[in-house]
Nanobody, 122 residues
C-alpha cells in the first residue's frame, strides 16, 4: 500500500508563491496518476491538477491554469505543485492522491495523503 506524505504548506500573502511536495513512500504499485486536490472549510473536495506518472501529461483545473505547475521526479517518487500568483481563494487544505485513471474526480483516487494547509492572506 502506498503512503503519500505532503509537505510545503504554509501562510503567504496574496500574489506570493508556495511549493508543495508529495512523496510516495513504498512506491505507487499499479497506480499511474498522481493528483492534487484541495478542500476549503464547508466546501467539497476540488480538483487542482494531475500528472501521468509515465509520460508526464498534465491536466489542470481552470481556476489554477497558468498559475500552478505540477511536476514529477520518478526516481524519488515525488510530485510537486508549484503555486504562483496565489489568491485568497486558494486557501484550503491540499491533498495528494494516487489512482489508476486519468480523471479529475476525487472518487477515482484510492490513496490519499494527510493534507497540508495553505493559507493566503490579503
Amino acid at each position: 500500500q502506498s503512503q503519500l506524505v505532503e509537505s510545503g504548506g504554509g501562510s503567504v500573502q496574496a500574489g506570493g508563491s508556495l511549493r508543495l511536495s508529495c512523496r510516495a513512500i513504498g512506491g505507487l504499485y499499479s497506480r499511474s496518476i498522481l493528483g492534487w486536490f484541495r478542500q476549503a472549510p464547508g466546501k467539497e473536495r476540488e480538483f487542482v491538477a494531475l500528472i501521468r506518472w509515465r509520460g508526464g501529461s498534465e491536466f489542470y483545473a481552470d481556476s489554477v491554469k497558468g498559475r500552478f505547475t505540477i511536476s514529477k521526479y520518478n526516481g524519488k517518487n515525488i510530485v510537486d505543485l508549484q503555486m504562483n500568483s496565489l489568491k485568497v481563494e486558494d486557501t484550503a487544505t491540499y491533498y495528494c492522491a494516487a489512482g489508476s485513471q486519468y480523471d479529475s474526480n476525487h472518487r477515482a483516487y484510492d490513496s490519499w495523503g494527510q493534507g497540508t494547509q495553505v493559507t493566503v492572506v490579503s
